[in-house]
């Protein structure tokens, strides 16, 4: 029996690590699995840990308010040390690219732990964007043993970076898997006030903001595009689940609170938010989990990014980069509403980021690393959307 460790800290990781830790319990002749919570993000972690039923065994609970990205660092890697010279693992899994995914990858590689990283490869190639995501997926790839990318184009990534073939397997993205697991037909929302929102006619849209490099003029530039499209089509409505952030905050409130057809909210546990997604005509958007989770529900994606790390939505044409200019935003957003071939181009197009067997192929791959023989499985290649 393999003993395997689980490291997440955040919502995104989590999310997207919950149908791995799913995947592998389920081989209890093959695998312990020790789950590890860094708690980077409190509050936002327990809701994912609540719908995916998973206790942690251990929660180093490094959150403190307005904590540097230095002290989360010292932080997790002090605490984990001593939970990974405890249990001396056979493998640790981290994912994606947050201070827990970095941190955690060096913890391991300070014990000579082979390092499995799902959803590896991805890159800007520009170290302060995203900042910081951008510098610990770079750093986490050095290390790594086992590189489990998404997508044929985040392998490629990884292979210019001269890591052997042999490492690296596409299993698709997790979020697929766990989009699957929690969104239902017939979803019932707790809120009233969202309930009340979906019977309105017209489009629904979705917004959200939340980046360290959008904050400021950035961000208000992207409301005020907000604020026109809402004037000028009384008849749709936005619904922006806002940020904690008080940077956000000051930012969103005073262009968009007063606005009819702009429902502005508490920011929503992980069930609501995925239900809530799959009932919107498209989305704007600076997170890079939606970019994926949109694109699988058949949602167009307008990106408030510059660049970004995850080009294959761009490259079929399901998301379009329209940065933080007010006027590109203005007009992207209204030939999503007006343009109705525009709209099915890209409503209709190529989900190119998994098919929600991710975490079954990221299972096989740790087998095949430790040498224990399974049926094959091939690996990822995208599909049209039905």
């Known amino acids: 029996m393999k003993k395997i460790a689980i490291i997440f800290g955040t919502r995104p990781d989590t999310i997207k690590l919950a149908p791995i830790i799913k995947a592998l319990q389920k081989e209890k002749k093959l695998f312990k699995v020790i789950t590890i919570a860094t708690s980077q993000h409190r509050a936002m972690l ?3 840990l609540d719908v995916f039923s998973i206790k942690p065994d251990y929660d180093l609970n490094i959150m403190k308010k307005r904590q540097t990205l230095a002290e989360i660092t010292k932080n997790i890697i002090v605490n984990l040390d001593k939970v990974l010279e405890k249990e001396s693992p056979d493998m640790v899994i981290v994912q994606g690219d947050t201070s827990t995914t970095c941190i955690g990858a060096l913890a391991a590689f300070y014990r000579k732990i082979p390092v499995c990283h799902a959803e590896a490869g991805l890159r800007t190639d520009n170290i302060y964007n995203p900042f910081p995501e951008e510098m610990n997926r770079r750093l986490t790839s050095v290390i790594t043993a086992l590189h489990l990318p998404p997508t044929d184009l985040s392998a490629l990534a990884l292979k210019k970076e001269h890591i052997p073939a042999s490492k690296i397997f596409v299993t698709g993205n997790t979020v697929i898997d766990a989009l699957k697991f929690v969104v239902k037909n017939n979803y019932k929302f707790a809120q009233s006030e969202i309930s009340n ?3 309105r006619k017209g489009k629904h849209v979705l917004l959200t903001m939340h980046r360290r490099e959008n904050l400021g003029l950035p961000m208000t530039a992207a409301c005020l595009a907000i604020k026109r499209l809402a004037n000028e089509f009384p008849q749709h409505s936005f619904i922006f689940p806002v940020h904690l952030n008080p940077a956000v905050r000051d930012v969103v409130y005073p262009i968009l609170g007063n606005l009819e057809n702009i429902l502005l909210i508490e920011p929503l546990k992980y069930s609501d938010f995925s239900n809530l997604l799959s009932r919107m005509n498209f ?5 890079g989990g939606v970019q994926e ?3 699988s529900l058949g949602k167009p994606v307008l990106v408030l990014r510059e660049t970004t790390e995850r080009p294959e939505a761009i490259k079929f044409g399901t998301a379009k980069l329209v940065g933080l200019n007010e006027e590109k935003i203005y007009r992207n957003a209204k030939k ?5 071939e525009f709209y099915n181009k890209m409503a209709k197009s190529v989900n190119p980021y998994g098919d929600g067997k991710a975490a079954e192929r990221t299972v096989y791959a740790i087998k095949k690393y430790f040498g224990i023989k399974s049926n094959v499985i091939s690996e990822f290649k995208p599909k049209k959307s039905k």
């Open 197 to 199: 929102f979906l019977k």
């Open 336 to 340: 999503l509403f007006t343009d109705q």
């Open 283 to 287: 989305i704007i958007t600076d997170s």
């Open 293 to 295: 989770e949109g694109p």
């Open 46 to 48: 327990d809701q994912v």
